[in-house]
């Protein structure tokens, strides 16, 4: 059979060539992006030198937003324009977002259901809409860096970001039009940046005290491969927590009344200088007399900034110990690595190296190192390391389940199951005659519904009458390795099938991305026909591709003449339909032969189960030789 | 073999004997080296279809290292391939003598909270029941090994009753500590 000709220069990237992936850490007080150049990850700076993007929009009258730091000098005098800490709203409710809107003097849309969206002077936005100015300009950012458009980008999320605040991302991403490889964990990533230069074995913690959030991961590496034993934290407790309780301190002490807004933010912002250099100096004076009426200059010592924040630091250890127990461990903890620049405050330092017995790893920058870690996953996942140094084994923070009778909870996939995971349970009908069942998707370790995160709602509609009882209905949940989940059900007497991917109460709709997208191009509707059809050959040349070599390495070996001779044909007529114009054949042709030569790609699967267990009798014999 | 077969029976899937006592490091090592394999993050840029297919047979791996890791879900499962559901397990007749047992070392438990010392009690209690849960495991593994899957089923259900204890206890702990 002669081979196809399938790699065309530009459409297709030469296997050797190295692809363009970047890591991107989403940050609720910074964001920072990374990539991995000459076999290191570097982070990029801006034309000014700078790495941290602050996570600051401001939506003022100009026809673009501002970001980063010109927008953050904005805040004082725009606090309601300028949005500061948007992380802490992405996929929550508007409910659920009230008392931090009400702290950080944002006004919320009103009578809205559903997601959160902030009234400034551009408009009604969103946190996604927010978040995505910030990952373009860091997208622009690495284009303008690396010198040429991001082939695959990773974004990290805290390890205890729910379903929502997942998919909140993700969409963010979908609207700044980033190609997303992966959302990945922050404390994974930072364990990821250190485990390259580590010897590669033992316990590692992750304590990533954060802007906003607080997460605890404990991983075990193991010739390559990390693997989350548990995670945990809290999502209401960061750095600005701490910044909150100085600047409480600060108002009460200089006898001012209520503030304005933006006499807030710079309280705040005093706070966190405060906190940085105590750091380093054992008392700093801060001067607030430009910004409360009647401010003076007040001064703080280390040891009163630690009496202060002492609750808050024992909160961390709290969870921290929790995390400990669920990860079952036999040994003990041999790394700990910090994230977040709290983690620089010495009463944080001292408090976490006592709770685990071991000095904290501090050779990366802990602002840096989650980007450095989302960087070299990046370059994994985009095919840049064929020979694959490194996998991650990651974990579900928060338990699924679905609503069974009287409002409880019935969890289905545990908290801290590695992922990606597929589990089944059988339910059935409660009264006679019922044709259909409702289907309420719920997150968290509750047993009552109303104290778990409502996820999503579906139906399966089409269960015959039949007596209470009798029905026997399959649901079941899959959690790919984004930690997204997709559920389905299925009654297995008539095959009756519903299913969801869920898009969580709070998110965004596909029309509602879509529509954004839209409104974000001059030319919506020809730029939408391109990018389809951009889109839609780009998938078929992934397909045939991955098939060509396939066929190469395995098709003597795995098919029979008549199936190698049919995925030919396909593959041919794929070939053409490429180089026509119409992105609907294309994606049709491409499902068709997806699908059919889907046989052929789990025989390869089977022979590497095969191969990789023959691989590792022979490892265990060679380590029994050496002994 | 393929998938489905996998599916019928995880030793087959990691080329293990179907024992009750196996090799931990060998499982751990197993299963590290197919996720390499499997794993979808090794399929990022495949096509769709071979990326859905990595995340089921990802899950596989998962689902069957989970059935085998503990010694408690490893017994459950073994009884199972043996034929026997969960219900027909927790039918299993258990002696009086271990039921009365189970109540002193509940009592125990309960009475903790009004101790002097109660951390160094609790440790005492976790080291008996371990002892115990280790006993009973020797008592499955003989009884499994000699096709005696009643007797098996027996020492399983009383390894599910030590498991509650234990876990009660930690949770006893974990207020203490937290208190």
Not at chain 1, 329 to 339: Q, R, S, Y
Not at chain 1, 391 to 420: A, C, F, H, Q, Y
Not at chain 2, 5 to 26: C, K, M, S
Request: glycine letters at 8%; proline letters at 3%; one cysteine or more.
């Amino acid at each position: 059979m002669a081979l196809l000709q399938i790699a065309e220069p530009g459409q297709s990237p030469l296997p050797h060539q190295v692809k363009r992936a970047v890591g991107i850490d989403l940050g609720t007080t910074n964001s920072l992006v990374a990539t991995v150049r000459g076999g290191r990850a570097v982070v990029l700076p801006d034309a000014q030198g700078a790495v941290m993007l602050p996570s600051v929009i401001n939506y003022g009258a100009a026809d673009s937003p501002i970001v980063g730091a010109s927008a953050l000098a904005l805040a004082a005098r725009h606090p309601a324009d300028t949005l500061m800490s948007v992380k802490r709203f992405m996929g929550r409710g508007r409910n659920d977002a009230e008392e931090d809107a009400r702290r950080s003097h944002y006004s919320l849309a009103e009578g809205e259901e559903g997601m959160v969206s902030f009234l400034t002077s551009g408009g009604k936005i969103s946190p996604v809409e927010a978040s995505a100015e910030i990952l373009r300009v860091l997208s622009q950012r690495a284009v303008d860096t690396i010198g040429g458009e991001i082939d695959g980008a990773v974004i990290t999320v805290p390890a205890y970001f729910d379903e929502a605040q997942r998919q909140a991302t993700k969409d963010a991403a979908t609207l700044a039009g980033l190609p997303v490889l992966r959302l990945m964990n922050e404390p994974t990533a930072a364990a990821v940046a250190y485990g390259l230069d580590a010897d590669g074995q033992g316990v590692i913690a992750v304590y990533d005290l954060g802007g906003g959030t607080f997460d605890i991961s404990i991983l075990r590496l193991h010739k390559g491969v990390f693997e989350v034993l548990a995670t945990g934290g809290d999502t209401a407790l960061g750095g600005d927590d701490l910044d909150a309780v100085l600047a409480d301190w600060l108002l009460q002490e200089s006898g001012s009344g209520t503030l304005e807004a933006g006499e807030y933010r710079q309280l705040q912002a005093s706070a966190r200088s405060a906190k940085e250099k105590l750091s380093e100096a054992v008392i700093v004076d801060v001067d607030l007399s430009e910004v409360l009426p009647g401010g003076g200059i007040i001064s703080v010592s280390r040891d009163k900034l630690e009496q202060m924040i002492q609750p808050l630091v024992k909160r961390t250890l709290l969870a921290c110990r929790r995390c400990l127990r669920d990860a079952q461990l036999e040994e003990g903890v041999d790394n700990i690595v910090m994230v977040g620049g709290s983690t620089r405050v010495p009463l944080v330092r001292s408090a976490v190296a006592d709770f685990f017995g071991r000095t904290p790893l501090l050779g990366i920058d802990p602002d840096q190192v989650v980007a450095v870690g989302a960087a070299v996953q990046a370059d994994i996942l985009v095919g840049n390391r064929p020979e694959g140094d490194l996998l991650l084994l990651d974990v579900i923070p928060l338990s699924l389940g679905i609503e069974t009778m009287g409002e409880l909870v019935e969890k289905i996939v545990p908290r801290n199951t590695t992922i990606p995971v597929s589990r089944a349970q059988e339910f059935t009908t409660y009264k006679d005659g019922q044709t259909a069942l409702a289907v309420h998707i719920v997150q968290g370790e509750r047993e009552m519904v109303s104290d778990c995160r409502s996820l999503a709602h579906f139906e399966l509609r089409g269960i015959p009458p039949m007596v209470a009882g009798a029905a026997r209905i399959q649901v079941t949940f899959q959690v790919d390795a984004d930690g997204l989940l997709g559920v389905s059900a299925r009654e297995e007497i008539t095959g009756a099938e519903a299913s969801v991917m869920v898009k969580p109460s709070f998110g965004l709709t596909d029309e509602e991305i879509t529509g954004m997208l839209q409104a974000s191009f001059s030319h919506a509707e020809d730029d939408k026909r391109v990018r389809q059809l951009a889109e839609q050959r780009l998938s078929a040349w992934q397909l045939l591709d991955g098939l060509k070599s396939a066929l190469e390495k395995d098709g003597d070996a795995l098919l029979v003449a008549h199936e190698r001779e049919a995925l030919a044909d396909q593959m041919t007529e794929l070939q053409s339909l490429i180089d026509g114009e119409d992105a609907h054949a294309i994606r049709q042709k491409t499902e068709q032969l997806g699908r059919e030569s889907e046989t052929f790609a789990s025989r390869r699967m089977d022979k590497s189960i095969r191969e990789a267990l023959a691989g590792v009798s022979l490892d265990s014999l060679d380590d029994e030789v050496m002994q | 073999m393929a998938l489905l077969d996998f599916q019928r029976n995880y030793y087959q899937l990691f080329d293990l004997p179907q024992e009750f006592l196996l090799d931990q490091a060998q499982l751990g090592a197993r299963y590290r080296q197919l996720q390499m394999e499997l794993h979808p993050d090794r399929y990022a840029s495949a096509s769709a279809h071979e990326q859905r297919l990595a995340v089921q047979y990802s899950a596989l791996v998962n689902a069957a290292y989970t059935a085998l890791r503990k010694p408690l879900d490893r017994a459950v499962y073994l009884l199972e391939l043996a034929g026997m559901g969960s219900e027909e397990i927790s039918s299993q007749q258990v002696d009086g003598g271990f039921l009365i047992a189970q109540m002193e070392l509940r009592e125990k438990l309960e009475s903790m909270t009004g101790m002097v010392d109660p951390q160094s009690a609790l440790d005492r209690l976790i080291t008996e029941i371990g002892e115990d849960v280790i006993e009973l495991q020797g008592v499955f593994s003989v009884a499994y090994s000699a096709g005696e899957f009643p007797k098996a089923a027996a020492a399983c259900v009383k390894m599910q009753y030590l498991d509650k204890l234990l876990l009660e206890a930690e949770i006893l702990e974990t207020s203490l500590l937290d208190g």
